[in-house]
């Protein structure tokens, strides 16, 4: 029974994420790239001035420009950096992670094209909250025939936060990681739904539903609160360990960059079989660096357009630094830790992956360094819940027209998946959740490549301006 599923998943998740869905994405990106002139790279560091300076245009808005950020890594920010990035790896080898660098490179042109649109095309409901993304700058952009359009796009974006990114793979995550530190051999289990499942898991699971019912009933000002605070100190914390492995073996990154591109292009396999394994890590890179940055799924404008300004240029640049800092940083850092100790091709799967990569790279003891990640998987994995609980009630918001009392039924069914996502099985959790990325991601495509011609006149009339 689990088999047939499992394989009816992987058949559907083969046919959307095919060469077509690929070829999109990075078709989008790059035109926006071109369109805008390499903005993501010319702009770079006046976009950092602009986060740091964290200025409010004193506009509408329910939050800063810094804590949209936050709350847009919040949910970035999770298991794709630790597992996903690791499970790409394994699947389609080192190659994997250089495409993982091109989808970010150009999502990032991407990011900052759906931050501009979401507070040009934002509306203010009645009760006075900030509404905005791509449901809203499909129907107001392109206008009200395309309503359609945006209705899809909810649809799938609730999808996605309920049974795909928002909740079973990153409680998934958690659980995981957990069960791997306090009880990795399963020695004490109780039986549920008739499989056995560590006490360790089980405890996780009912600690982590609580913190996040807790949070997550306050609506967006506790959410982007605690985002304030977790995310940079999660995100430095990280980054510094992975420092200490690549600076302990600063002698192999050369070579493991080699590995890389060679592995991108299918030049270590066997005569005959090159094209196949450039389509394998292309296919398994593009698909995990959409599901760890979401450039281009349409996630991100949503907390962009809470942000208290009224310049939607200046809100795209802070918004393009999400990809940067989620993929061009903390992915690589994985990334490259992974293919240096060489744990990618031991035979392990998720967590273990870059668990044993930590415990190899690192100069402490394989206790210490498993608990290392583990807490940062936890934390990442926690305000990812958060951040996705936030992105698909707007969502229910816009489906529903503004229905406060769905949209409080729908936070205790969010919990509910938060409960049970330790009990379902991994691959067919990151299936169901890469299947939904991609459906989620082609009503937002088709948007920023139909109002490309107002992104380019916003983002030229902004400098121009500036110039002035």
Not at 64 to 93: D, E
Not at 252 to 272: D, K, N, S
Not at 314 to 334: A, E, F, P
Request: charged content about 10%; overall charge neutral.
């Amino acid at each position: 029974m689990f088999e047939t599923i499992n394989n009816l998943l992987v058949s559907i998740d083969d046919f959307v994420w095919g060469i077509p869905l690929i070829v999109i994405i990075l078709a989008t990106g790059i035109f926006l790239t071109i369109r805008l002139k390499g903005l993501q790279i010319s702009k770079l560091p006046l976009a950092f001035k602009y986060m740091l300076s964290n200025e409010s245009d004193g506009e509408e808005g329910e939050i800063s420009s810094f804590a949209a950020l936050c709350t847009a890594l919040s949910a970035t920010i999770g298991t794709g950096n630790i597992v996903g990035v690791a499970t790409a790896i394994v699947a389609g080898g080192p190659g994997a992670l250089f495409w993982m660098w091109i989808a970010a490179i150009v999502g990032t042109a991407t990011k900052y094209a759906e931050g501009l649109l979401a507070i040009k095309y934002r509306t203010i409901a009645e009760d006075g909250h900030v509404v905005g993304g791509p449901f809203y700058y499909i129907e107001n952009g392109m206008g009200k025939n395309w309503k359609w359009l945006g209705k899809l796009f909810a649809f799938f974006g609730l999808c996605v936060g309920l049974m795909g990114i928002g909740t079973f793979t990153q409680i998934n995550g958690i659980t995981s990681a957990v069960n791997n530190f306090f009880d990795p051999g399963n020695a004490h289990t109780v039986s549920l739904l008739g499989r056995d499942y560590s006490w360790s898991v089980v405890i996780a699971g009912i600690i982590l539903t609580a913190i996040v019912a807790f949070v997550i009933i306050g609506g967006i000002k506790r959410i982007s609160n605690v985002a304030q605070v977790v995310v940079p100190f999660m995100a430095a914390a990280y980054i510094l360990a992975a420092i200490i492995i690549l600076v302990l073996n600063f002698r192999a990154i050369p070579g493991a960059i080699v590995e890389v591109v060679q592995g991108a292009f299918g030049l270590r396999a066997a005569a005959g079989g090159a094209m196949g394994a450039m389509i394998v890590a292309m296919q398994k890179g593009i698909a995990r660096g959409i599901f760890s940055n979401e450039a281009g799924l349409g996630s991100a404008p949503i907390a962009a357009a809470a942000a208290q300004s009224n310049e939607p240029v200046k809100q795209g640049l802070i918004s393009m630094l999400g990809t940067v800092i989620d993929t061009v940083i903390i992915c690589t850092m994985t990334g490259l830790s992974i293919v240096i100790t060489g744990t990618w091709d031991m035979g392990l799967e998720g967590v273990a992956v870059t668990t044993k990569a930590f415990q190899i790279g690192l100069p402490f003891p394989a206790e210490i360094s498993s608990f290392i990640l583990m807490a940062c998987l936890v934390f990442f994995a926690f305000t990812t819940i958060l951040g996705w609980d936030y992105y698909s009630e707007r969502c229910l918001d816009y489906l529903t027209h503004n229905n406060q009392k769905a949209v409080k039924i729908y936070r205790w069914i969010y919990i509910a998946c938060v409960f049970i996502g330790p009990y379902m099985t991994v691959s067919a959790v990151w299936t169901i959740a890469d299947i939904f990325n991609g459906l989620m991601a082609l009503p937002n495509l088709i948007a920023l490549l139909a109002l490309n011609g107002v992104i380019v006149a916003e983002t030229k009339a902004y400098f121009d301006k500036i110039k002035k």
